[in-house]
């Protein structure tokens, strides 16, 4: 009796963990079958959604209260799946296996203890751990803001690109330091002209703050200073200390934040990205706006010596470094020339209008043409001892409109005129001319008009602008239109340029001649009339007179 005791119980203990794996395999078959319909409806999200795709392929994304992950695996024949959502504790259980916390714990590593979980007790089960809805959550911005503001974002969020969410499509990279919406951030509508980008405080759910600092993410790729924003995290916006631009010739011109202790060099050298090849130096522009003394804006020159030593900078200075190419000397073009409607100057897109300015400076390799438009004056920059020829070669767009009488283009030196064939030097490969460019000269291209002439009876006879398309009518009206009494049936006789007669069915060309004919018969009596009129009188009255001396009587 002793010894069967002995064996059941021996059989009992040997049965139980059978028991036990059978129990759970029962509970997760049930809560599989609860699940299925959460499940599905996670995946669907997911697949709404790039947010899941983008943060399993990110190996440092970070568990996250909210994320929703999906674990499946296969006991013998039966497939279980789990949805396994992510609350504010961060403590996952596991089916029935155990309790992980994934606090602190990226997706990678997450997954791979969640999956050695499973295998270590149903091995070949074909564990699968994915991300099926990646969470959302709120932070907090204050500080230097129109109003302390909350914002969605999810775990894949840097605090750049929250911070760009609701910017206005603004550029202010050329600030102009008098204007009263001074900013460095683009014109946005959460921060204020006043926003600093170079110390921004997160202090997180635990209470712990840091300070970043996004022109070294931005310029340096630092990402360490453009953090991830987690739940709950508390940004605060400083007000900037000071600003500064600096355009000109240098790599990187823009309006910039400067720290404690940085000033003209820092500015030029590394915010500025250094001096730009041709930058003058000698002759460096400083204005100050925001001193006592100089409120309206106190313009000092300084020097490469100032640069070496770090100038101090005021806040709102803006310093200008031009290029030794502004003093090249330059020509203007008059006359029937074209322009880029959109042009680029070292960098700087500028528009017609800009250019078509007196004294704005262009050169060849400094142009790039979208599409012509015709203008009146432009000013073009050349090299000493440069020939017309190879300067109207090298600016042939220029001279391309239809309009332009290239043939008897000019030159206006010192009121004295000089005939320069642009036609020839674009068209003609073997034409050269000896003629050297000097300060400013003129080179006038004239229009090319053609006119039709119109003669006759018609009340203003005389030359009319050449309209393409346009029939005899149209000149005969612009001629003030027939002379009723003069001509009848609006007879016309048109002539070509070459002095052919064509009908009036034909088209008008350039220099074609109409002329209106004056053959009214009424028109024709009136102008003999009164001679007829005056010779019968006259052989009337010799008559009579004649009669009355009684020399016919005789």
């Known amino acids: 009796m002793r010894k069967f005791l002995l ?20 509970n997760m078959s049930t809560a599989s079958a609860k699940n299925k319909k959460n499940s599905s409806d996670n995946l669907s999200l997911a697949s709404q959604s790039g947010n899941v795709q983008i943060a399993m392929s990110v190996p440092d994304y970070l568990v996250t209260a909210g994320d929703i992950y999906t674990l499946s695996f296969v006991i013998g024949t039966d497939a279980i799946s789990y949805s396994l959502p992510v609350d504010s504790t961060y403590r996952i259980r596991v089916a029935n296996l155990g309790v992980i916390d994934a606090s602190g714990k990226t997706f990678v590593e997450l997954k791979r203890q969640v999956e050695n979980l499973v295998t270590r007790n149903y091995p070949m089960s074909g564990v699968q751990f994915v991300l099926t809805s990646a969470a959302v959550f709120k932070v907090t911005i204050k500080g230097e803001v129109f109003s302390t503001t909350e914002k969605n974002v999810w775990a894949l969020t840097r605090l750049s690109a929250l911070l760009k969410e609701s910017e ?11 204007a009263d919406e001074s900013t460095l951030f683009e014109e946005n509508e959460l921060l204020t002209k006043y926003s600093s980008k170079r110390n921004i405080m997160i202090t997180s759910a635990d209470g712990k703050s840091k300070n970043y600092d996004l022109f070294k993410a931005e310029r340096f790729g630092d990402m360490t200073q453009d953090p991830y924003l987690r739940p709950n995290d508390v940004i605060t916006i400083s007000r900037f200390q000071r600003i500064a631009m600096i355009n000109g010739t240098v790599e990187r011109p823009g309006t910039y934040e400067l720290l404690e202790g940085e000033n003209l060099k820092d500015l030029v050298e590394v915010y500025g990205g250094g001096l730009a090849p041709r930058a003058d130096t000698t002759r460096i522009e400083l204005t100050k706006i925001n001193t006592e ?7 000092t020159y300084v020097s490469q010596k100032d640069i070496d030593e770090n100038y101090k900078i005021e806040s709102y200075d803006t310093i200008y470094i031009p290029s030794y190419k502004d003093l090249r000397p330059s020509i203007f073009i008059e006359g029937a020339v074209v322009m880029p409607q959109e042009t680029t100057i070292g960098g700087t897109e500028l528009s017609s209008s800009d250019i078509k300015s007196e004294g704005m400076s262009l050169t060849s390799s400094e142009i790039k043409t979208e599409e012509m438009q015709s203008t009146n004056r432009l000013t073009i920059s050349f090299n000493m001892g440069e020939k017309y020829t190879s300067f109207v070669r090298g600016h042939s767009q220029f001279f391309s409109s239809p309009v332009a ?7 206006m030196r010192d009121n004295n005129k000089i005939p320069i064939s642009i036609y020839k030097i674009l068209y003609d490969k073997d034409f050269d001319s000896d003629e050297i460019l000097q300060s400013n000269d003129t080179l006038i291209v004239p229009f090319k008009q053609y006119f039709v002439s119109v003669s006759g009876a018609v009340k203003v006879p005389g030359r009319y602008p050449y309209v393409p398309d346009r029939g005899w009518e149209y000149y005969v009206s612009l001629a003030g239109g027939f002379i009723k009494t003069e001509n009848s049936r609006e007879k016309i006789v048109i002539t070509d340029i070459n002095g052919k007669k064509i009908s009036k069915r034909d088209p008008i060309t350039p220099e074609t001649t109409i002329e209106a004919m004056t053959n009214s018969g009424l028109y024709h009596f009136n102008l003999y009339a009164p001679i007829i009129t005056t010779l019968i009188s006259a052989v009337s009255t010799s008559i009579s007179i004649l009669a009355v001396t009684g020399v016919l009587s005789k």
């Open 7 to 26: 064996a059941l119980l021996s059989f009992c203990l040997a049965a139980l963990p059978v028991f036990a794996q059978s129990l759970s395999l029962s």
């Open 168 to 178: 206005l499509e603004t550029n202010v990279n050329n600030l102009d330091p008098y």
């Open 293 to 299: 003394a100089e409120k309206t804006g106190g313009k």
């Open 405 to 411: 009488d290239t043939a008897n283009s000019y030159i």
